[in-house]
């Protein structure tokens, strides 16, 4: 049974007022979902994606209703579908199977993998819970992935213990991320809250993040990404990278992160390159950051070899380039709070420190700056990074 909301959008049509749920209301439940968190619901969850997806009119709704726990084995929600907008709208819960054996056929390596649809909403309120203890210690599967989704819109969501990565998006670019809160434990390995690549003017904002690895990474072909209000930690921090991995050309541009708080985590804005890449990483901001017993508040790590075995030293490297932090403040674990350790192979160039004010978390300690062929130009900061120059 549909319910056409035409009236509802005359209304708001005559008052001028914004209405988004045009077209068709399915709920899950027609579907012949149990929602009770023990059934397999699969099954109702793709008859209702192919429905909505086949629907022609702009805007149609697929709500996953609230109270209900509804447990959803691997899908692929594939486009594309036929309207210019579909809403997929959660506001119950969608957990995972426990048992990483009943996982068999998880495309793409994602558990909830969105692929070829153009402007897609996906809201409501609800909860992703991926149930990913048994999975951390084989790390494979991403929670929900977007994949060649142009225009998505991912907001007001909580999302919880993913397997691996919360949230990724690769070739989804015209997006925009918001008002999410990523929760996995702080030991847990591997969950990166949000992971982007390869998708251009992508707007992340409003987010709670605490997760057991990066808050946010920014892989090869990302650009023109603003972030902006995010709280990280515990976590690694805001990435750029890794980039360059098995001598790969990689590129990252355009990045703008601003008004970010990091709480306890190993890192605050950090960059990482593995040795014999290439490409660049450039014109990248962090503006505006609040830092709390950060172990590395500010890093470019040109050497980076995460387990620390099979890096020798190579000759080629991703080029470091234009390269901002302004208005830093709050303290560092480690003693040195700057740490700019650029290839030896290519200089990073043109680094920019304007109010920085990091003081160590530790009573009695002082922070320091180290350079390894990094350039650049500094004012107020402390601490003084004059090897900058
Ligand atoms: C990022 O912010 C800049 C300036 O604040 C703005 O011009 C640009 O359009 C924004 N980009 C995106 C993708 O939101
Ligand atoms: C960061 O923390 C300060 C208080 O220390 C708070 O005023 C600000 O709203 C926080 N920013 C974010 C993005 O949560
Ligand atoms: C450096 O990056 C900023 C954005 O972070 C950009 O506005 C500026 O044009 C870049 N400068 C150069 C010399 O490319
Ligand atoms: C690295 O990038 C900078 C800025 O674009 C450029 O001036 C420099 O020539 C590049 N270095 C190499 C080795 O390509």
Redesign the pocket.
Known sequence: MIFRKNMLVFISLLFCLPYQSWGAAYNIMQYGAKGDGITDDTKAFEEAWQELCNDVEPGSTLTIPLVNTFLVGPINFQGPCKSPNVHFEILGTIVAPEDPSSWNGCLAGAWLLFANVEGLIVDGGGTIDGRGNAWWTKSLTNALHFENCNGLQLRNLNHRNSPRNHIGLSRSSYSTISDLDIVAPAYSPNTDGIDISTSTQIQIQNLVIKTGDDCIALNNGASQINITNINCGPGHGISIGSLGINGGYNTVEGIYVKNCNFSGTQNGARIKTWQGGSG?A?DITFENIELDNVFNPIIIDQHYCPNEIHCPAESSAV?V??ISYKFFRGTSRSRIALNFDCSNM?PC??IYLDQINIISSVSDEHTTAYCNNAYGTISSTKPSATCLS
């Open positions: 660049y450039r080029n380039s234009n290519i160039s043109g």
